[in-house]
């Protein structure tokens, strides 16, 4: 009975697995580039990340420039960080998704979800959903 469940649930992991695409590119505040993704990175690229301060709370911005003729789409996420690296509040934060035309630029910001934020990445993947 146990190598039945197992076998289940593998093939349920292998099947998730193959459906999603999480690599791609991630920017933190500081201006740092993470490629997860070279074939990603080819066609999309984060630029201008930049923070500012909203009353106590941290603005975070970025540009994501799409550098291929067609059209895409993509999902961004800002993730925040306090001092000591802890995420703040990570699962209250969901994926945007936007869709790129060839070579549009898109600005995207977000709020920090409290004051206790000092620092945030910007993640950007592919997805293809329509």
């Not at 590119?25 to 201008?48: C, H, M, P, Q």
């Not at 540009?63 to 059209?71: A, E, G, N, P, R």
């Not at 993509?74 to 998704?97: H, L, M």
């Not at 910001?109 to 004051?115: H, I």
Request: charged share 20%.
């Amino acid at each position: 009975m146990k190598a039945i469940y197992s076998g289940l649930i593998l093939a349920a992991a292998l099947t998730l697995g193959a459906c999603t695409n999480t690599a791609g590119i991630s920017v933190n505040s500081l201006g740092e580039t993470r490629v997860d993704s070279k074939s990603f990175a080819r066609d999309i690229s984060v630029e201008g990340v930049e923070a500012r301060r909203v009353g106590d709370l941290i603005q975070g911005s970025a540009l994501i420039v799409s550098k291929s003729s067609s059209d895409m789409r993509v999902q961004y996420k800002f993730t925040w960080y306090d001092a000591s690296g802890f995420t703040i509040e990570d699962e209250a934060t969901s994926w945007k998704s936007v869709k790129l035309h060839g070579k549009q630029q898109l600005q995207v910001s977000a709020v920090a979800p409290n004051a206790q934020v000092a620092k945030f990445d910007v993640y950007v993947r592919e997805t293809y959903s329509n």
